[in-house]
């Protein structure tokens, strides 16, 4: 979804100065993945909706919670169309669209077990179950057979079409951690989005991170994070020449569990650069 927040708040549709160039209107996504993941987790999303100003969610299909995920934001969007979420105050104050919230797909291939059966047994670990990002990432980054790569874009197919078989319409597509990333999956996910009608997509490509972590002293965070932001710009790239649709900026990729005002405060200020 085209979203939703202005930035700089209410009101900041000032009149153009001469000799300075007219910026044009920003928009702001705040999104959670995840969803499915457990209850809790499911309680947590669906009540940042309804109390905070969270615009955008994604379902982890393969989770444990998905039917109780889905009930929870079925209920949500009854209570959006009669405008009783608490939120709807200030949601009005900051000028945001009246619409439909954000639910995509969050693609996994790192927790849980899969969906299909026969997925490749060096893709998982010894007890039938997603192997963890790292294990995915170096078996991924040698030259797949073609069969692999046939069984990943079956599973990840599997994850969509569970949705669309429960009636969810869906916004967009995305990887748990951020596995959109890896060539492997790189190369399936435009043809998902093409046959599913999906355009838009999750680029974590993000501006300013080198300042922001060093700023907050983690060189070791910082580290990980230059190699996640290599392969989405790589995945940027190619997004690109699909015709696929992603937000100029993003922010999150080293702050999971840590996005605290102060944080988001300087994640704008770098939009703004």
Known sequence: MTLRISPAGPGSESQ?????????????????????FNPAVNRGIIDSFAQGLLTSTSVLANGPAVPHALALWNELELRRRHRLLPSDG????????WLPFDLGVHLNLTQGRPLTDGYPEELLDRQGRFPGVFPLFWRSLARPRRSIATAVEAELQAQVELLLDHGVALGHLNGHQYIECLPLVAEIVPRLANRYSLRNVRVAWEPGLTRQLLAEGRALGWGLAQVKRLFAFRWRLQASREGLLFPRCYFGTAH?????????DRFLQSAAG
């Open 16 to 36: 153009p100065v001469a000799g300075q160039p007219v910026r044009p209107p920003r928009s702001l996504v705040l999104h959670a993945d995840d969803l499915g």
């Open 90 to 97: 200030y949601r009005r104050l900051l000028r945001d669209p």
């Open 256 to 264: 999971a569990g840590g996005i605290t005002l102060p944080v988001v």
